[in-house]
């Protein structure tokens, strides 16, 4: 499994697209949004630079996982490579895994990258609070990786592209990736998995520590996805 593992990560960190709109795209976001929005305080006392930071984050991890490992399972269903592999001695729990932690590895230059670019804008944040926010955005990938995953097998590769980019687009319209959710607004968006994603961030704030209830809420999303990718990948295999 470890080195399929190796494969989908090298396959990855080699595709162009990977690294223009999962990494580039976001940090260049970045720079555009904390000119627009300046020097402002937002809702909390939360400095514009260190929210938007998180949120072009949060956005390119949610990206490499999702346009990444689902179109491939499409494809790869289509080619055929799925069924060859379920002949060979990897059971299939070992490959749906194996392509959620693949994919979750190659969330960590997006969020390294936008966060290299947010230390060079003067982002307010101590050391320890550098570490403890990439792990968490870095953990919290897993949800969106297992959704990607889910999201392969469902859908047909002639529509999946279409499908992924909707999913991600509303989401991260609803889950305050482009300006901060409030209002009656908010309380639609707490079923957001990536408003919840996003709320990770909340010990950043002054006098703010881990937002638990986001920490849940993944953790269900999270438990959601990979029973859908287990069912879907099951289906899969009996369509075989």
Same mark, same amino acid.
Not at 59 to 73: D, E, K, N
Not at 127 to 154: D, E, I, K, N, P
Not at 173 to 197: I, N
């Given at each position: 499994?470890?080195t399929?593992?190796?494969?989908?990560?090298?396959?990855?960190?080699?595709? #162009?697209?990977?690294?223009l &709109?999962?990494?580039a795209? @976001?940090? %260049?976001?970045?720079? &555009?949004?904390?000119?627009?929005?300046?020097?402002t305080?937002?809702?909390?006392?939360?400095p514009?630079? =260190?929210?938007?930071?998180?949120?072009?984050?949060?956005?390119?991890?949610?990206g490499?996982?999702?346009t990444?490992?689902? *179109?491939?399972?499409?494809?790869e269903?289509?080619?055929?490579?799925?069924?060859? %592999? #379920?002949?060979? $001695?990897?059971?299939?729990?070992?490959?749906?895994?194996?392509?959620?932690?693949?994919?979750?590895?190659?969330?960590? @230059?997006?969020?390294?990258?936008?966060?290299?670019?947010? $230390?060079?804008?003067?982002?307010?944040?101590t050391?320890? *609070?550098?570490?403890?926010?990439?792990?968490?955005?870095? %953990?919290?990938?897993?949800?969106?990786?297992?959704?990607?995953?889910?999201?392969?097998?469902?859908?047909? @590769?002639?529509?999946?592209?279409?499908?992924?980019?909707?999913?991600?687009?509303?989401?991260?319209? &609803?889950?305050?990736?482009?300006? @901060?959710?409030?209002?009656?607004l908010?309380?639609?968006?707490?079923?957001?998995?990536?408003?919840?994603?996003?709320?990770?961030?909340?010990? =950043?704030?002054?006098?703010?520590?881990?937002? %638990?209830?986001?920490v849940?809420?993944?953790?269900?999303?999270?438990?959601?996805?990979?029973?859908?990718?287990?069912?879907?990948?099951? #289906?899969?295999? #009996? *369509?075989?």
């Amino acid at each position: 499994m470890t080195t399929l593992i190796r494969l989908e990560i090298l396959r990855t960190l080699r595709n #162009r697209r990977y690294l223009l &709109f999962t990494i580039a795209y @976001p940090a %260049l976001m970045y720079f &555009f949004f904390i000119q627009v929005y300046g020097t402002t305080a937002l809702a909390g006392g939360l400095p514009v630079k =260190t929210y938007f930071m998180v949120s072009m984050a949060t956005f390119g991890a949610v990206g490499a996982v999702l346009t990444g490992s689902a *179109q491939r399972i499409s494809l790869e269903r289509k080619s055929g490579w799925v069924r060859q %592999l #379920r002949l060979t $001695a990897l059971p299939g729990r070992a490959y749906t895994v194996a392509k959620i932690a693949a994919s979750a590895v190659t969330t960590l @230059p997006a969020i390294l990258v936008v966060f290299a670019v947010g $230390a060079s804008q003067g982002v307010p944040l101590t050391a320890a *609070q550098w570490v403890a926010l990439a792990a968490a955005l870095w %953990l919290g990938s897993f949800v969106f990786a297992a959704l990607g995953v889910a999201l392969g097998y469902a859908a047909a @590769p002639d529509s999946v592209q279409t499908i992924v980019m909707i999913t991600y687009m509303v989401m991260s319209l &609803f889950g305050g990736t482009w300006f @901060p959710v409030t209002g009656t607004l908010e309380k639609f968006a707490r079923f957001d998995p990536v408003y919840q994603y996003n709320h990770l961030a909340g010990f =950043t704030r002054p006098g703010g520590s881990l937002d %638990l209830v986001a920490v849940a809420g993944l953790a269900g999303f999270l438990a959601v996805f990979v029973a859908a990718a287990t069912v879907l990948y099951r #289906r899969d295999t #009996r *369509q075989a």
